[in-house]
Each structure stands twice: as structure tokens, then as C-alpha cells.
């Protein structure tokens, strides 16, 4: 049985980029003994808590310091001309379920913390952007769950 504390660090650890919540469900699972549900539940839950975190902080980190940096400001004036560019017809067609398939991918780097930055990078709007990343988190988590539990076999 997983106290409070037990809880807290794997809110803690699916907040976190690269471990985030689908390799927190792993260790909840196997090494603290977490029922798999309540595991899936928890992790994904904070791991799309991440998501408008991460976002708005970008926002003010960009705005009050990094936009000072010539190369950053450089690459995120790219970003953002690349897409409304008249060539961007197929991302803006396909932006939000490209989201949900990076982000449903249960990889190191596809995870919440990269979505919210392209996202962020190409001023996606931050409601639809945090939805569809919270569907992909969803969909990695259940993948994961399943995987750790035996149900799933690669």
C-alpha cells in the first residue's frame, strides 16, 4: 500500500521531462507495487498537469529573458514565420492530431514537455494544444500501463 508521500513523488516524477508519466507508471507498477489503474490514473493526471505549466512558463521565461538572446529569438521568429507561411497549409491541417500521435508515442523526447514547446513554438492555440496533448498523454500512459502489466506484448 502507497502512503501519501509515496503519491506526492510519483505526482512529482510525471511532471518531470523524460521520465514524465508513462515511466512513472513503470516504477509506480513494479518497484513501489501500485495498483495499475490507480498508477494510470495518478501518473497521467499530473503529467497533463505538466502541459499548461510548461506553456505558460515558456511564455514568461521567453518573454522576460530569453527574447534578449539574439539565436533564440533568431530560431523562434523562424518558427513562427515558417508557419504562417502560405507553405503551412498541411501543418495547420494536421498540427493537432500531429500532436496527439507525438506525444501518444511512448519514447523518451515524444512526450509533454516537447509538445507544449512545438506548440508554444508555432503560437498553437494553448486550450486545443493542451487538449490534444492531454488525449496523446492519455493514449502513452494507457499504452505503458498495459505493456508493464502483461496485457500487451511487443
Known amino acids: 500500500?502507497?502512503?501519501?508521500?509515496d503519491w506526492i513523488y510519483l505526482a512529482f516524477l510525471?511532471?518531470?521531462?523524460?521520465?514524465?508519466?508513462?515511466y512513472a507508471?513503470?516504477?509506480?507498477?513494479?518497484?513501489?507495487g501500485a495498483?495499475?489503474?490507480?498508477?494510470?490514473?495518478?501518473?497521467?493526471?499530473?503529467?497533463?498537469l505538466a502541459s499548461p505549466l510548461v506553456y505558460f512558463?515558456?511564455?514568461?521565461?521567453?518573454?522576460?529573458w530569453l527574447c534578449?538572446?539574439?539565436?533564440?529569438?533568431?530560431?523562434?521568429?523562424?518558427c513562427v514565420k515558417r508557419v504562417s507561411s502560405k507553405n503551412s497549409k498541411p501543418l495547420e491541417r494536421?498540427?493537432?492530431?500531429?500532436?496527439?500521435?507525438f506525444v501518444a508515442i511512448p519514447l523518451p523526447v515524444t512526450g509533454v514537455w516537447t509538445a507544449t514547446l512545438l506548440a508554444w513554438l508555432f503560437e498553437?492555440?494553448?486550450?486545443?494544444?493542451?487538449?490534444?496533448?492531454?488525449?496523446?498523454v492519455l493514449i502513452a500512459c494507457a499504452i505503458t500501463t498495459l505493456l508493464t502489466v502483461g496485457i500487451l506484448r511487443l
Open 1 to 5: 500500500m502507497l502512503d501519501a508521500w
Open 14 to 22: 510525471s511532471m518531470i521531462p523524460v521520465v514524465e508519466g508513462r
Open 25 to 32: 507508471i513503470v516504477y509506480a507498477i513494479t518497484t513501489m
Open 35 to 48: 495498483d495499475p489503474l490507480s498508477a494510470f490514473l495518478w501518473c497521467a493526471a499530473f503529467n497533463i
Open 57 to 64: 512558463g515558456l511564455s514568461v521565461v521567453y518573454t522576460r
Open 68 to 78: 534578449r538572446i539574439n539565436f533564440i529569438s533568431v530560431v523562434y521568429e523562424f
Open 94 to 101: 494536421w498540427q493537432e492530431l500531429g500532436l496527439v500521435f
Open 124 to 136: 498553437l492555440e494553448v486550450k486545443k494544444s493542451i487538449l490534444v496533448i492531454g488525449i496523446g
